[in-house]
Every structure is written in C-alpha cells, then in structure tokens.
C-alpha cells in the first residue's frame, strides 16, 4: 500500500542556507499534515551535527510518524577520479545518515551535464560510482533510488541523466536488489519529454515517487531548455504549484503503478506558496489514492 510524505521544497534556502528557519520549525509544520512521514534532506544545516540525527528521528516517531526517504545529491560524473571517490564517501556518509533516521531510501543521482562528457562516459562514470556505494546500503538494508532529476537547487549545470534514454541507459546498467527508481514525473517536462513514456519504460523498477506539479511562468520548454546550461539553482522560468492543477495526468500515472504493483512512498515537493497550498495537495493525493489503492487510509 503507498504512503505519502512530504519534502519542505519552500523552504530549502531557509534551511540549508541562511538557517532562517529551524528543523524542528519544519517537522512542527509538517506533522500536521495527513501523511505518514517527512522525506529528509542531506543539506539541511543543521545535520551537520550527527548528534542531531536521531533528536530528529524521536522528534518526528513521537507524533506517529518516520523519515522513509533521504534526498541527497551525490556528482559522479566529475572527470576527476579523486573527486569522484569523495563524492562516494559523501553518499556512504548519507546512507549512514538515512538509516541512522530511521529510513529505508537514500536517493543517487548521475552528476552534472559537464558540456565536455560524453554520453557512454557520463553513464560509466555513474553507474561505477553508484555500484560501488551498493554493498554499504545493502549491508545497512538502504535502498539507492535514482531519480530523474532536473537539477539540484546548488549545481551550476542540469542533471547529466535528465535525458530519458541516457537516464534508462543508466538504470539499465545496474541490477542489484538494493536498487530502483525515484520517479518525478514532472522532471520529465523540463526535458521536454513525456513523462507517461518515460514512466512505460521504468515502472518496474520504480519504488518511490516524487508527486510535484509544474508550470512555465513565461515561454516554453524549449525556451528553458536553450538557457538551463550553466545557471547555478533552477531556471527562472520555472514554477511548483500546486498538485492536480499543472501539467501531470496523474489518473494516467497511478493507473500504471498500480499496474505493476506499486507499494511504496510518494514524497510531495510542494508548498511554495504556502502550507495551505500544501495542504491542498495532500487533499488530492490522498483522495487519488484511494480511487486505486481503496484499501488507502
């Protein structure tokens, strides 16, 4: 059966930058919600402390609820051996930090689209990466989720696998039971690719989602894709809003994970315009659940 979670999209600066707002500020918040736990973020400021990791943990079980996912974003497609070796002692730091919280998700990306890498490099440059982080997740029964991202809030470039074939090239490559997919369909737009197509050809491997919503505020997708190259943060063309109102079908999405027997965690990224907004989209993903998953409470 899916449960839901919900990920503080607005208030990412707030947290990991200028400290403006406290954890327990956002765990406050959010377990006032109806969902049944809060999706973690590597670079909150506050988890620098690795004391402060199971002060969250009790913090968050207290009310009833848990941390399932860790969001964290490793750069494996550097051409530098050295770095590429430091970014996989971060994420083993980040599978320590998602089991120590309680999780059983830690989330892997490719790297950044480094306009020098080829696609055959960037792939083998990841899929190594990632494999040799596997028996440290598996040995701490974490699952490594890739996700089809379109650009961490601090990396100059996009995604390297932000391309539906070079992210299922990637995917492809790697077999291990402590292994799958986070899907987000709305990243898929911003490749200017459908995210139904996309989610036909990894649904078996999917075992968490992102349920988000996006808008263009001005222009096209294309627009975005010709100027996304080397800004640091996400386009200014770019909108969260809220879940049900944007461009995702997700009838169409939850028909095919129900499908292939889906059970596993959908981490809301919304709330940028308040936790009403927030609030809403809980409404409606709850209320989408239950039409195929009627046993969903």
């Known amino acids: 059966m899916p449960k839901l979670a919900v990920f503080p999209k607005a208030f990412m600066h707030a947290l990991c930058k200028d400290g403006t707002m406290k954890v327990s500020e956002w765990i406050d918040l959010a377990v006032e919600l109806k969902v ?29 609820k848990t941390i399932p996912m860790l969001c964290c974003s490793p750069d494996f497609t550097h051409p530098d051996p050295v770095f590429r070796q430091r970014e996989i002692e971060k994420q083993k730091h980040w599978i320590e930090m998602a089991h120590e919280l309680g999780g059983s998700f830690c989330r892997v990306l490719s790297g950044q689209r ?64 402590n292994f799958g997919v986070n899907y987000d369909p709305s990243n898929t737009f911003l490749a200017g690719e459908d995210p139904l197509e996309l989610l036909s050809r990894v649904s078996h ?80 993903l709850r209320k989408k659940l239950v039409e195929y998953w009627p046993d969903f409470t």
Not at 114 to 134: H, N, Q
Not at 152 to 165: I, K, R, V
Not at 234 to 250: P, T, V
Request: glycine residues 10%.
């Open 205 to 284: 491997r999917v075992v968490t989602m992102h349920a988000s919503d996006r808008y263009l505020i001005k222009g096209t997708i294309e627009d975005l894709r010709n100027e996304e190259g080397g800004s640091v943060g996400y386009a200014k063309r770019l909108s969260h809003g809220e879940i049900g109102k944007g461009l995702n079908d997700y009838d169409a999405i939850f028909k095919e994970l129900k499908r292939v027997g889906f059970d596993g965690w959908i981490s809301i990224e919304d709330g940028v315009d308040g936790m009403d907004q927030l609030e809403r989209s809980v409404a409606f």
């Open 114 to 177: 480094r306009p020098e890498l080829s696609m055959d490099e960037g792939v083998e440059l990841a899929a190594t990466c990632i494999k040799a982080c596997l028996p440290f997740a598996q040995d701490l029964g974490i699952t490594l989720i890739l996700e089809n991202h379109y650009k961490d809030d601090f990396w100059e470039y996009p995604e390297f696998a932000q391309q539906m074939d070079v992210f299922c090239a990637l995917v492809d490559q790697i077999d291990h039971p």
């Open 36 to 64: 049944d736990g809060l999706e973690w973020y590597s670079g909150f400021l506050e988890m620098e402390d690795r004391t402060h990791w199971s002060k969250f943990r009790e913090q968050v079980e207290k009310h009833g």
